[in-house]
């Protein structure tokens, strides 16, 4: 009895997490994080798709009024459009329109975002006068600031990165000030203060990185919000010109003709969705992942 009780107290040791295949690895991290893994797929395959675009598909300009409003078939994979032109070479190519714009907006946010939070959370006369800036902003909607900027200016991808990322400002300011507030009181940094280390010092080595989590989390709902936000702009007239192709070009061009060609409303518009779908979730994978108390099933 004495030796079965103790034969049940040994236990085989497991197996060194180092030690397991790749593939073990690979098929651990699926089961633990599957939304991160699901949108870092898709959202992969179209950044694919838009590198490759030249070589995917054909002329997006090329008009062919003979062939106008044709069906999808094995030539013209998602049909024409009522100028003729394929909707497939267009799509491919109106994915590099959303990644740059969402990309561009959710980087340069994010950087000047950075640097006006921490002045504003490190030091309280400034903090006074960003803070109310950012208010006004705030105040101002982000799609009616977006028109007027692009209505003052020709209209091109620059414009409307900078119409859309300026909108976006007064979110990341507030994320890092918060942040900076509540780090600059802990031990580490009075102890860095001090010990009369300089103020870029204390700003880059000890208040920044406790801003990196969140802001990597929060570039992807930037640049998820920045993609619906440019396709809304160019169905409205006021974004990209017309001639370049982009999904909301696509829609708005093609409403019209919603019910005799509905193919070239719904290729457009289902991978203006699956994009916008793979950002959130490959977000709300990496908040899960970096903040486990936020962790939630799928």
């Known amino acids: 009895m004495a030796g079965q ?18 593939p073990a690895r690979i098929a651990r991290f699926a089961r633990r994080n599957p939304t991160m893994l699901l949108g870092g797929a898709i959202l992969l395959f179209f950044v694919s798709v838009a590198i490759f675009a030249p070589l995917l598909s054909g002329d997006p300009m090329l008009k062919a009024p003979t062939r106008r409003l044709l069906p999808p078939s094995a030539q013209f994979w998602f049909g024409t459009d009522h100028l003729g032109q394929d909707v497939f070479a267009r799509t491919v190519h109106g994915a590099r329109v959303s990644l740059i714009v969402g990309l561009s907006v959710a980087t340069i946010s994010i950087l000047i975002g950075l640097l006006i939070g921490l002045m504003a959370g490190y030091y309280r006369w400034v903090d006074a006068v960003v803070m109310r800036l950012m208010d006004g902003l705030m105040a101002i909607p982000a799609i009616l600031l977006a028109i007027a900027l692009v209505a ?26 918060s942040i900076v ?29 406790s801003t990196i989590a969140p802001l990597i989390v929060q570039a992807t709902y930037i640049c998820a919000s920045a993609i619906l936000v440019e396709a809304s702009l160019s169905f409205l007239g006021a974004g990209v010109p017309p001639e370049i192709p982009s999904w909301g070009n696509m829609i708005a061009s093609s ?9 070239t409303i719904f290729c457009p ?16 994978g990496l908040r899960d992942k970096l903040d486990p108390r936020l962790s939630r099933r799928m």
């Open 5 to 22: 009780t103790i034969m049940s107290a040994i236990t085989v040791p497991t197996a060194d997490p180092a030690r397991r295949s790749l």
């Open 152 to 177: 003052l200016n020709q209209g091109s991808i620059g414009v409307v990165v900078a119409a859309i990322a300026i909108p976006e400002l007064p979110r990341v300011v507030r994320l890092v000030r």
């Open 181 to 209: 507030l509540s780090v600059r009181e802990l031990p580490f940094v009075e102890a860095a203060v001090s010990c009369g280390a300089r103020t870029p010092r204390i700003l880059l080595l000890h208040l920044m990185p």
């Open 255 to 263: 409403r019209l003709y919603l019910a005799r060609a509905p193919w």
């Open 269 to 284: 518009a289902i991978a203006l969705a699956l994009v916008v779908l793979a950002v959130n979730l490959l977000g709300d």
